[in-house]
């Protein structure tokens, strides 16, 4: 079951070139950046409300961020993430009704999150992530 909208990603070049905007201009506070190295990408993160930013910068030419922002120079939104009581469950009922996985199984993301991705392909072309929170102390 999915429970909410956990984050939305956002391809930027340099994170250290886009926090700026987010804690300025529109007044937000950075809680913090973590690589994940799984991802190639480092990550930087705002709580808006209970849902997150996440932006992603690529940390090698290989990364998937850094072949999305070949085709999309200034960066954007690359993909939706929903929390979901069971990842397992909800990446099983995705593939039974038809729609193709990127991760079969989930992965380790930022936050030791257990997340995956569905290909866009199926979803209506948006690329889409589902997350289930880790056995994390602080929550
Ligand atoms: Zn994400």
Redesign the pocket.
Known sequence: MIKKI??I?IAVKSIDDSVPYYEKALGLKCEGIEEVADQKVK?AFFNVGGVHL?L?EPTSPESPIAKFLEKNPHGGV??I?FNCEDVVDSLARAKENGVLLINETPKI??HSKK?AFLHPKSTKGVLT?L?QDGECCCG
Request: hydrophobic share 30%; with cysteine; glycine share 14%.
């Open positions: 956990d984050h990603g990550t996440e992603l690359h993909h993430a993301g930022a997340i992530e997350c």
